[in-house]
Each structure stands twice: as structure tokens, then as C-alpha cells.
């Protein structure tokens, strides 16, 4: 009989991970999820990130439960840099339960406006003012690292979907092999008051690639799906820090409160444990029901 017991369905403990852009934010709430219930966590971030603390952070509190982390530094932006991550990643496990694809970034407009009130000439300048090469990172970090990532771990992550498990059931049958993209909510609506058009079209454009790759992978049941957090403290949003762009905002969403470390982190248990392990090629919005209003309300 199916055991139905939460610690069962939820249950990672001894599932290995990669965590891009783990080293703060969501994903070090992913990656404090994951260590904290048992996982192995490769932690990949930027080499200028404070990764050895971190690491250290996580060590600690998987002490209970076995739970560990390991530091890889790395830029994603660069498909060759990809290519040695996957590489070391080889070296050292023969199969991977994870992708959590998460490192992102956002460029605003160096002549900044509230797109919301600015007269036209205002918001012109604005605009303009974008470097065209904030678009062009903005698309390589936020949406072509998930394409190359998701290219050079395949191999790991099919492994683990096909790996037996005992009873004729394989990793696919509890969740192993799957990717998680962290896309936004910024994605799903088109009204604030700061100018996000090269994130939130990257954004949009990482929705469409997960159901792509979702589509390209499913023969090996490797699944992929996405994660659309709201307003999640971060370095690129710092909730409840003086001055913050969307302050005036976060009184707008009807949980009344900006997500948390328990909003991310179950979901993600969720989307990569047997609790999930039937959920293919779709993206879950998570920010506290924002995405329910209608555009122009905000």
C-alpha cells in the first residue's frame, strides 16, 4: 500500500542537487530547504559570491539530518563555463536528482522614473537610458543559462530518472531527474511602477522554455517546471529595506505580506519529491495571489 505519511512524500534525504545563484536569496532558501531535509547540495555562484560562508552555513544546519553543501564557483553566463561545471559535476556523481535553475538578474534603466505617472518625455528618456547590453546579459543569465544548464547535466539527471529503486519502480517514480527554473511573477503581468521590460520579457521567455524543454526531455522523464515567485526578499529585492522601488507595492498583494523562506522552499520540496513527481511542464506562481489582480490596478 502507497504510503501517504508527509515525510514520505516530501522526503530528499541523500537526493543530490545543483543550486545556481544559491548563495543568497531564493536560492539559498532553495538550497536551505534542500540541506536541511538531508540533501547534497552543490552550490554554484558567481566566484565574487561569498560562497565559503555560505557553504559553511549549510553544513551546519544539515548536521541533524546529513544534509551537506559543496561550493562550485561559476559563471553562467558563459556557455563554456557551464561545460566545467558539468564536468566537475561528472567527476563527482554518477547520477543528479536536481537541477534547481535559479541564478537570475535585473538591470533597470540608469534614469530611472515611476513608469506609472512620468509624462511622456520622462518616460522616453527613461527607457533610452537602458544600456542595450543590460538587455543582452539579461537574457544570457536569465534565460540562456536555463537552455545550456539544462543541455549539460541531462545525461545525470536521466540517469537518475532511469535508476532503479527496487519493487520494478525507477527515480522518475519518486521525483528524481527533474528541473526547477525560477522564472517570475514579473512575467505574468505587464503594469508596475519601475520600467522591468528586459526582465520581465526575459522571464516570459523562460516560461515558453520550460514547456520546450519539458517537451524535448519527456522521453527520458526528465522533468521540467518552473517556480514564478512574487516579492521574495533578495539582493534584488530587498523587502523591507529604505527606498526599495516597490515599497509602495507590497501593500497590493492580498496575502499582505512578501513571501518567505517556507513559501520557496516547500514548494520546491514539492515540484522535486515523489510528492511532485507527476507534475510536468508547467510553471507555479507563487506570490501571495499578486498575479490575481487585474493589470492597471496596482
Known sequence: MASLNVLDLFNVKGRVAVVTGGSSGIGLMISKGLVQNGAKVYLVALPSDPIAEVVEELNILGQ?????????????????????????????????????????????????????????????????SL?????????????????????????????????????????????????????????????????????????????????????????????VVGINPGFVPSNMNPVGAEGNVFSSLFDKVPAKRAGCSEDIAGTVLYLVSK?????????????????LLANGQE
Open 275 to 291: 510528492a511532485g513527481a507527476y507534475v510536468d511542464g508547467v510553471s507555479l506562481c507563487v506570490d501571495g495571489g499578486r498575479i
Open 131 to 223: 544600456p542595450q547590453e543590460d538587455w543582452e546579459n539579461t537574457f544570457r543569465v536569465n534565460t540562456t543559462a536555463h537552455y545550456f544548464l539544462s543541455i549539460a547535466l541531462l545525461p545525470l539527471l536521466a540517469a537518475a530518472a532511469d535508476q532503479p529503486i527496487g519493487d520494478g519502480r525507477k527515480g522518475r517514480d519518486e521525483g528524481r531527474g527533474v528541473i526547477v527554473v525560477t522564472s517570475s511573477c514579473a512575467s505574468m503581468h505587464n503594469v508596475t511602477n519601475v520600467d522591468l521590460t528586459s526582465y520581465a520579457t526575459s522571464k516570459a521567455a523562460t516560461d515558453h522554455l520550460v514547456k520546450l524543454l519539458a517537451a524535448k526531455y519527456n522521453r527520458f522523464y526528465v522533468r
Open 64 to 128: 541533524e539530518t546529513g544534509g551537506q553543501a559543496e561550493g562550485i564557483p561559476c559563471d553562467i553566463s558563459s556557455k563554456d563555463s557551464i561545460k566545467e561545471l558539468s564536468e566537475k559535476i561528472s567527476q563527482k556523481e554518477k547520477t543528479l536528482d536536481m537541477l534547481i535553475s535559479n541564478a537570475g538578474i535585473r538591470r533597470d534603466p540608469p534614469q530611472s522614473c515611476n513608469v506609472l505617472t512620468a509624462s511622456l518625455e520622462e518616460l522616453q528618456a527613461s527607457m533610452w
